[in-house]
């Protein structure tokens, strides 16, 4: 099984730099799902529950940056940052309330409530079965996912130390993670456009747009290694999901 995750993780990693918004990572939940005898819901719960905790953990030091630094980027109204903290807080309710998530799979349950729809009614179970075997470890996992995202936000303003540009560090660790937040839409690729754009509007007044853009750069290259890494098992995975889903049109076309 945790072969299965380090290679499959490896494999998503890799499909990410192809595709938008990481979504290279639902390949991760797909081979999670065939290839152990965790189901296919709790299989993308992974996934989203993993996504959520990068989401809380980016916004947490984002807010944490702006109360402490208050940094100043023209246009950007103050209600941005009460969204950004009512989206934190309710991360931090799916990521750590069983209750929630048994309330949300009776409510998709009674919004879709057709035949036809039943497979979706199973992977929502995913969530709830998710939080029951996590039960305890939610916290350690949440404490984890805030150090790891500290780290690469010490990371990201050492960039700065070697651009030569002062900026301080609660300042670039607030603006840096609206600016890595932004990448995640799925209008690019890797991250690469929105991100790098989203970086020289919000620090506009703290470093000329080439320097912004060098950072991009930087950000950009940090994560090279994990998709080297991860792409000789990009193809193999790959390959075999298409012909999984030639193999799947095929049935329902003779049982059609």
Known sequence: YVQTIVVSTGAATALNVFLPAKSGDLIKSYFVAKRSETSAGVSVAIVVYERLCDVFALIFWCLVGWLVGRPQVPGLPSLFWGVLAALGAASAVLIASSRVAVYGRELLARAFPHRRLKRLRKVSQGWPD???VLRGRRRWIVAYSLFLWLVHLVQIWLFTVTLAVDVPFTICASLTAVALMAGQLPFTVAGLGTRDVALVLLL??????????????????RTLLPPLVGLPFMWPY???????AKRWRQSMEETG
């Open 238 to 244: 790959l390959s075999s999901a298409v012909g999984d």
């Open 130 to 132: 998710l939080l029951l």
């Open 204 to 221: 506009a007044q703290y470093m000329a747009p080439e320097s912004a853009a060098a950072m991009g750069v930087l950000i950009s290259t």
